[in-house]
């Protein structure tokens, strides 16, 4: 007879908290950041399923359904995402049919959003550099907020009241305010879609892999305010200012994975890892400018009883020593291109380890190749458990026969006997 | 003895170096040899990025001390003494792919190795390769490219450098993210490179510098 729903539920969160907890699954989990890989899987462009929620939908649900990983991700955060960008102008993406490609995926834009010079601004009052200098930038239709004083002046009757809220009268704030209360609608129908998702997933027997999203502070500052070379050079120019903003960065980074993990329910928190890896700065520079803010945001969600899954993006290898220095059993470190057996060795025993079927392989390589990979992973990263099977990164062009070759030859190869 | 520019320059110290051109200058010296000793500086930072003892950081301190040296010594030239450069390559990101991080660093390495780059930018459309190529002649192409996307982009490029008659003219280099021998195979490029090193590397074999 066929598991009920729930049993599978049950037995496939079991599965991935056994491996996160270091023991032994009755196999090794298996899940992928699927991308827009269930949009060409489904036939629809890139930009359809941007746009339109039911075709993003139907795209995810028949990957789900036919590939059946061992945990879901809910597809509208990241990739429902047209109609909103379209609303505020956003400027830090170009996306299909905006700059791209309609059947390209969206890239990032780098820039310098945030001046060197303003970094006390920012340590100042954040809210008040993002609203009135950063938001204008990142979003062409918010541009009007820059003519707002700080509203942290607008204290009481003789402090602020009587002129201060002028600014709002004007044309281009009133613009702004308007894209807002739009923007608040679009992201209103993102959460629906999103909600309904999580049930019908939950429902069918799906747990999601992750219920909150964070970053290491480093990479916050890096990758949105002073941008790869701003946030590079200031390692020498300003150290202790790049240190004081990491530091100012980590609370948010605590609070923004503890609010998704209030709504979600769920404890496993992504934390993509973009600019500490091999060569983009030394191993003093990491143990000085990258780890311990970084460190500090997964104690503090473990101590909440949290699981931090930090996808290392890269090449990793020369930190793994250092990364060792958590909690035994609660993270999943995921890599990309760092070396899986040097990584089993030194993390073994002590965190659970994902990946890396290179993506190379699945989207120009044949179903032998992809199974050739998968097994080497099984047979030395996955030994004695502690181990949860995935793509090096997103699957986006990866090719369906590949994808279900490494599903098939998961299932067959990973069980523990 | 104080430390001269190439010592400073190569150890990144942005102030000093800046303070001993600013001294240099005002004593008279001939800016063509400073920019001789920045060139220096940059061939010891290069030297240093292939040993590992420097990163992708350094590069982009060492890139912005020599621009700000250039800066100084620019209006000061009558002419510019051009340096020997040993060979031409032109490199770029190729069509849908806006990722530069990679590309610049094989371009300033490139640089720093002596050869005479063209670097053609990022989202480079196939046709721009083929003309470019026609114009500047470059023994080595290099393609980069960050994502999965750029590898039919690659391949596109390819067919049209084979297409326009110019394949056997040029070594096809690829490099970037998911790059690997796999990804060669199916681009049908002449070689991959891992890094910003081994990409250099191949430039000095096939051009023999």
């Known amino acids: 007879m066929a598991e009920s729903s729930e049993e599978l539920y049950r037995q496939r969160e079991q599965r991935v908290n056994d491996a996160i907890a270091l023991k032994k699954p009755d196999r090794v989990p298996i899940m992928v950041l699927f991308g827009f890989f269930?949009?060409?899987?489904?036939?629809?462009?890139?930009?359809?399923?941007?746009?339109?929620?039911?075709?993003?939908?139907?795209?995810?649900?028949?990957?789900?359904?036919?590939?059946?990983?061992?945990?879901?991700?809910?597809?509208?955060?990241?990739?429902?995402?047209?109609?909103?960008?379209?609303?505020?102008?956003?400027?830090?993406?170009?996306?299909?049919?905006?700059?791209?490609?309609?059947?390209?995926?969206?890239?990032?834009?780098?820039?310098?959003?945030?001046?060197?010079?303003?970094?006390?601004h920012f340590l100042l009052d954040t809210t008040d550099f993002m609203m009135r200098r950063?938001?204008?930038?990142?979003?062409?239709?918010?541009?009007?907020?820059?003519?707002?004083?700080?509203?942290?002046?607008?204290?009481?009757?003789?402090?602020?009241?009587?002129?201060?809220?002028?600014?709002?009268?004007?044309?281009?704030?009133?613009?702004?305010?308007?894209?807002?209360?739009?923007?608040?609608?679009?992201?209103?129908?993102?959460?629906?879609?999103?909600?309904?998702?999580?049930?019908?997933?939950?429902?069918?027997?799906?747990?999601?892999?992750?219920?909150?999203?964070?970053?290491?502070?480093?990479?916050?500052?890096?990758?949105?305010?002073?941008?790869?070379?701003?946030v590079m050079l200031d390692m020498y120019r300003r150290p202790d200012k790049v240190i004081k903003a990491c530091e100012h960065i980590l609370p948010f980074m605590?609070?923004?994975?503890?609010?998704?993990?209030?709504?979600?329910?769920?404890?496993?928190?992504?934390?993509?890892?973009?600019?500490?890896?091999?060569?983009?700065?030394?191993?003093?520079?990491?143990?000085?400018?990258?780890?311990?803010?970084?460190?500090?945001?997964?104690?503090?969600?473990?101590?909440?009883?949290?699981?931090?899954?930090?996808?290392?993006e890269g090449d990793c290898t020369s930190r793994l020593e250092i990364i060792k220095d958590i909690p035994e059993g609660k993270a999943c470190y995921a890599f990309e291109a760092t070396n899986m057996i040097k990584a089993k060795e030194v993390l073994g025993g002590r965190v659970c380890i994902r990946g890396?079927?290179?993506?190379?392989?699945?989207?120009?390589?044949?179903?032998?190749?992809?199974?050739?990979?998968?097994?080497a992973l099984i047979d030395v990263v996955g030994k004695d458990g502690g181990y949860i099977m995935d793509s090096s990164t997103g699957l986006d062009d990866a090719k369906?026969?590949?994808?279900?070759?490494?599903?098939?030859?998961?299932?067959?190869?990973?069980?523990?006997? | 003895m104080a430390k001269g520019l190439v010592e400073l320059m190569s150890d990144l110290m942005e102030e000093e170096t800046l303070a001993l051109v600013k001294e240099k200058i005002a004593q008279g010296a001939d800016p063509n040899q400073i920019l001789d000793d920045a060139r220096s500086?940059?061939?010891?930072?290069?030297?240093?990025?292939?040993?590992?003892?420097?990163?992708?950081?350094?590069?982009?301190?060492?890139?912005?001390?020599?621009?700000?040296?250039?800066?100084?010594?620019?209006?000061?030239l009558v002419k510019e003494k051009g340096a020997q450069k040993s060979g031409k390559v032109i490199i770029g990101t190729v069509a849908g792919d806006i990722h530069d991080i990679g590309k610049d660093i094989v371009t300033f390495m490139l640089d720093v190795s002596g050869f005479d780059v063209l670097d053609l930018g990022i989202d480079v459309p196939v046709e721009t390769f083929v003309t470019k190529i026609k114009e500047f002649q470059p023994k080595v192409v290099g393609l980069s490219g960050f994502l999965t996307l750029a590898f039919d982009s690659m391949k596109q490029t390819v067919e049209a450098i084979e297409k326009a008659g110019l394949r056997d003219k040029v070594k096809i280099m690829i490099g970037g993210g998911q790059i690997d021998d796999e990804v060669r195979k199916y681009v049908k490029a002449d070689a991959y490179g891992k890094d910003a090193v081994a990409g250099v590397q191949l430039a000095k074999k096939w051009i023999g510098a």
């Open chain 1, 254 to 312: 605590i609070e923004m994975a503890m609010s998704g993990y209030k709504v979600s329910g769920n404890p496993r928190v992504f934390i993509p890892i973009h600019k500490g890896l091999d060569g983009f700065m030394s191993l003093e520079q990491f143990k000085k400018f990258f780890w311990p803010t970084l460190r500090e945001l997964m104690i503090a969600l473990i101590n909440q009883g949290l699981n931090p899954c930090p996808l290392w």
């Open chain 1, 134 to 230: 950063y938001w204008p930038r990142v979003c062409g239709g918010l541009k009007g907020l820059e003519k707002l004083p700080p509203l942290h002046n607008i204290i009481s009757y003789y402090m602020g009241i009587p002129t201060g809220f002028g600014a709002f009268s004007l044309p281009e704030v009133i613009e702004a305010v308007d894209v807002l209360k739009k923007a608040g609608q679009e992201s209103a129908r993102i959460g629906g879609y999103a909600r309904k998702y999580s049930e019908k997933a939950r429902a069918e027997g799906f747990p999601l892999q992750v219920g909150a999203i964070s970053q290491a502070p480093y990479d916050t500052l890096g990758d949105f305010f002073r941008g790869t070379k701003g």
């Open chain 2, 41 to 76: 500086a940059m061939e010891l930072v290069g030297k240093r990025f292939e040993s590992c003892e420097y990163f992708i950081p350094d590069l982009m301190m060492a890139g912005e001390i020599l621009r700000e040296i250039s800066e100084l010594v620019k209006p000061l």
């Open chain 1, 356 to 375: 890396n079927v290179p993506l190379s392989v699945l989207v120009a390589g044949t179903p032998e190749d992809v199974r050739t990979h998968v097994e």
């Open chain 1, 400 to 417: 369906p026969e590949n994808v279900k070759a490494m599903f098939e030859a998961t299932r067959e190869h990973g069980v523990y006997r």
């Open chain 1, 38 to 120: 269930p949009a060409r899987y489904s036939g629809f462009t890139v930009r359809e399923v941007m746009y339109d929620p039911e075709k993003m939908w139907q795209a995810q649900w028949k990957t789900l359904t036919e590939f059946q990983p061992d945990m879901d991700q809910n597809p509208y955060f990241l990739r429902y995402l047209g109609p909103i960008l379209e609303t505020l102008d956003f400027k830090q993406l170009i996306w299909p049919g905006h700059g791209m490609k309609a059947d390209h995926t969206y890239q990032f834009v780098e820039g310098e959003y945030m001046a060197a010079d303003e970094y006390d």
